[in-house]
């Protein structure tokens, strides 16, 4: 199974941006569907983006449509996150998500593979 480290969080003013990596190791990287959930103090851990094995697909939760782009190399055992335009309501910790079944993972319920997260938080 694939071991995932997430980098890239930080402290940034509404209305910029950050890019957002998670470094896979240990397991064949282009077998798993990828995504980024983020989690808020006291709420649930929530859907952000997810791509597929290929890259050829990508989806995103509706609170990051138009700001957030999911991408993927495979040949560098690595996604991202690019975040812009950001908002204090998307301070959390992110998390990388991979699953070698499901072609999309929006569900954090179905997931078993998580990176340890790392925090962005968005000064008003």
């Known amino acids: 199974q694939v071991h995932l480290v997430e980098s890239g969080g930080g402290l940034v003013q509404t209305g910029g941006s950050l890019r957002l990596s998670c470094a896979a190791s240990?397991?064949?990287?282009?077998?798993?569907?990828m995504a980024w959930f983020r989690q808020a103090p006291g709420k649930e851990r929530e859907f952000v983006a997810a791509?597929?094995?290929?890259?050829?697909?990508?989806f995103n939760a509706e609170s990051g449509k138009g700001r957030f782009t999911i991408s993927r190399d495979n040949t560098k055992d690595t996604v991202y996150l690019q975040m812009s335009s950001l908002k204090p309501e998307d301070t959390a910790v992110y998390y990388c998500?991979?699953?070698?079944?499901?072609?999309?993972?929006?569900?954090?319920?179905?997931?078993?593979?998580w990176g340890q997260g790392t925090l962005v938080t968005v000064s008003s």
């Open positions: 240990g397991g064949t990287f282009s077998n798993y569907a």
């Open positions: 791509i597929t094995r290929s890259g050829g697909r990508t």
């Open positions: 998500a991979a699953d070698p079944v499901y072609s999309v993972i929006d569900d954090y319920r179905v997931v078993e593979l």
